[in-house]
């Protein structure tokens, strides 16, 4: 069962060249499950890798993402968040989403701190998928516009916090028309926030592309941590144009 909440958090949504946006405490929204059965045919994305998370300290996660860039975004991975509530500090399967700048999450099952496959599918009638071991666990609602942005990301909670994360052999599948199938370019680590690096370990693979993503998290201001401040180390590419 999803458990779902909101918070305020500053969440990467790079712009082509740009850097992060805030993003604004919202209203609750439906949970992971809303969204339905999964759409018959091919979804216009798929985005699959292998991850792992672990660290030490008050909290660690990784995630793989998927962004426009209108504000709106979706992340799927594994969080460990001594803070929550709803986790205690074990690690947990959670989505989250922003849609016109407006931030939600949910909590899935229990995850493990080991390597992991995971997945995402996204569908034009504004389905998205969440993938474990193959397996479909959950879909929800969630508009994309344009051009799409891939990360693979890790993130820490407070000062001193340690993050070790891999992102393995990503594989992504977009789009549907000409000019506008497949990826663009590189993949560009240089997005690093309080201490967090991106690092690839297989350059300069581009499909199959497998990251370290590890550090230790200083320089938040006083009552400063993840859910006010961008601290994570991202490996970033986009979608052909």
């Known amino acids: 069962m999803t458990r779902h909440a909101t918070r305020l958090r500053r969440l990467a949504l790079p712009f082509v060249g740009a850097i992060a946006l805030t993003v604004a405490l919202v209203a609750p929204a439906a949970p992971a499950s809303a969204a339905g059965a999964v ?13 792992s998370a672990s660290g030490s300290g008050t909290g660690y996660s990784s995630y793989i993402n998927v962004h426009d860039a209108h504000n709106n975004a979706y992340s799927f991975g594994i969080q460990s968040d ?47 998928t969440m993938i474990v071991n193959h397996k479909t666990i959950g879909t929800l609602k969630l508009n994309l516009d344009g051009r799409l942005f891939f990360n693979a990301e890790a993130n820490a909670r407070l000062n001193g916090d340690v993050v070790h994360s891999t992102v393995q052999n990503t594989r992504i599948t977009v789009g549907d028309r000409k000019g506008q199938i497949g990826l663009n370019g590189k993949w560009d680590t240089s997005f690093s926030f309080h201490g967090l690096k991106a690092t690839q370990t297989n350059k300069p693979r581009i499909q199959g592309a497998s990251f ?25 590419i986009a979608q052909k144009w």
């Open 212 to 236: 370290k993503i590890d550090g230790r998290v200083a320089g938040l201001p006083r009552g400063g941590n993840w859910d006010t401040e961008q601290v994570s180390g991202i490996a970033m």
């Open 82 to 128: 001594k803070g929550s509530p709803e986790s205690k500090g074990k690690p947990r399967y959670i989505w989250e989403r922003v849609q016109n700048g407006k931030f939600t999450y949910g909590y899935l099952g229990p995850a493990t701190n080991k390597l992991t496959p995971i997945g995402m599918r996204w569908y034009k009638n504004d389905v998205a």
């Open 39 to 51: 759409p018959k045919g091919d979804p216009y994305l798929l985005y699959t890798a292998s991850i």
